[in-house]
């Protein structure tokens, strides 16, 4: 017996869209919801546009929070940082992930790590991509956080009271120019074995404890599997972990000196 679809359809699109509308007005009605859209949230309606209320927008929301309830007209003004601290974060998170990825794929031996590369960009999918991604987000970094440390001067932002970030400012720039130069022997090939070697050779020129300092850094009296270990292990573990914190004082720093320097 042939059914007639027609008189189906009507019915069931209704009974959906109850049905809908049951669960959006249950969920609404759940304490998760109300904890998570509280007073203030702009997900609220009902709310006047009050300072008060724009307050508890900010102080109620786990993302806002982060940044301050009010913030000087002219810091959010592209024109004036230029983004430029915001970009170097952005781009060291980029570099977190590329290089995660890459771990997946490589080993730190002086046997295995070209090879390992060498697979990672013709075998592994999109390994060239992300293998060039965090290349570039790493050149980029050092040239964003340079500029960025050139605006701050150019702004006079080193002066009192943000003297102490400065101070912060200096170890990110050593820390990020480290995490490139121990980036750069992992590859293992020609040019990153022979840049070592010549950074390596300057630093034992270091007076007094010349040939220690060499000594550490090679893990040994030359170049080979004991360095890239130990580079390695910098590269992603300890010279990253140090960079979190000193960003955590950076930006904690810029919310306690009252906000972006200026205008100018
Ligand atoms: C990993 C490196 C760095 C990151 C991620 C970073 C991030 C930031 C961010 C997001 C801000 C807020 C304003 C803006 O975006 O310009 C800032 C401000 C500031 N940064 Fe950095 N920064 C870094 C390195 C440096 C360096 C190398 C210096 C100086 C030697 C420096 C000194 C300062 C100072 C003094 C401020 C306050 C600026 C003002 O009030 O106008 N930072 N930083």
């Given at each position: 017996m042939a059914i007639d679809t027609d008189d189906i359809k009507p019915p069931l699109k209704e009974r959906l869209s109850q049905q809908m509308s049951k669960l959006g007005s249950d969920m609404k009605g759940s304490q998760a919801w109300s904890s998570i859209f509280?007073?203030?949230?702009?997900?609220?309606?009902?709310?006047?546009?009050?300072p008060r209320n724009r307050s508890y927008v900010i102080m109620n929301s786990v993302m806002y929070h982060l940044h301050p309830v009010k913030v000087k007209r002219h810091a959010v003004k592209v024109s004036y940082t230029l983004c430029l601290g915001g970009l170097s974060f952005f781009l060291f998170i980029l570099l977190t992930v590329t290089g995660i990825f890459l771990m997946f794929f490589y080993r730190p031996t002086a046997a295995a790590a070209w090879d390992d590369i060498y697979t990672l960009q013709t075998s592994v999918t999109f390994g060239l991509l992300v293998r060039n991604m965090h290349r570039w987000a790493a050149h980029l970094m050092v040239l964003t956080v340079f500029l960025h440390m050139a605006r701050v001067f150019y702004h006079g932002a080193y002066k009192p009271p943000r003297e102490f970030n400065w101070v912060i400012g200096v170890i990110l720039l050593t820390l990020t120019l480290l995490l490139s130069f121990t980036g750069y022997l992992l590859p293992w090939d020609q040019l990153a074995l022979w840049a070592v070697t010549v950074g390596t050779n300057m630093m034992g020129y270091t007076p007094v404890f010349g040939d220690q300092v060499r000594f550490v850094l090679l893990g040994g009296v030359e170049i080979g599997t004991d360095t890239l270990l130990r580079w390695y292990v910098l590269h992603v573990l300890m010279l990253p972990f140090v960079a979190v914190i000193f960003m955590a004082i950076h930006f904690w720093r810029v919310r306690k000196d009252g906000g972006i320097s200026g205008p100018l």
């Open positions: 509280r007073p203030g949230s702009i997900f609220r309606k009902g709310y006047t546009d009050s």
